[in-house]
């Protein structure tokens, strides 16, 4: 059974950063695509970043410059960056995975992840 668990989420100012995490199991980690999403309130579900096995990376317009996907394959951990956070970031954050490789604009599509965890909130004030 795959499992996806986030981590890092918080309370911080404008400005401010934070580091989210997110630890998986139950399949072969460096075989697939994964992905951050972020939904807010009274908002769809969008794409954040996405990393493929080679570590090829693809981020949203919102999230360049600021935010940095990575991934840690031995320890099948799943890691979002973000500096520099505004009032508009705060959202739930989602960590997902996809069965396959994944390219491109695809990493960002949330219809192509098979896999999703329960999500960590993220809330910035001004």
């Known amino acids: 059974q795959v499992d996806l668990v986030e981590s890092g989420g918080g309370s911080v100012q404008a400005g401010g950063s934070l580091r989210l995490s997110c630890a998986a199991s139950?399949?072969?980690?460096?075989?697939?695509?994964m992905g951050w999403f972020r939904q807010a309130p009274g908002k769809e579900r969008e794409g954040v970043a996405g990393?493929?096995?080679?570590?090829?990376?693809r981020y949203a317009d919102s999230a360049k410059g600021r935010f940095t996907i990575s991934q840690d394959n031995a320890k099948n951990t799943l890691y979002l960056q973000m500096n520099s956070l505004k009032p508009e970031d705060t959202a739930m954050y989602y960590c997902a995975a996809a069965r396959r490789r994944l390219e491109g604009y695809l990493l960002l599509r949330r219809l192509v992840y098979n896999y999703w965890g329960q999500g960590t909130q993220v809330t910035v004030s001004s």
């Open positions: 139950g399949y072969t980690y460096e075989s697939y695509s």
């Open positions: 990393i493929d096995s080679d570590g090829n990376a």
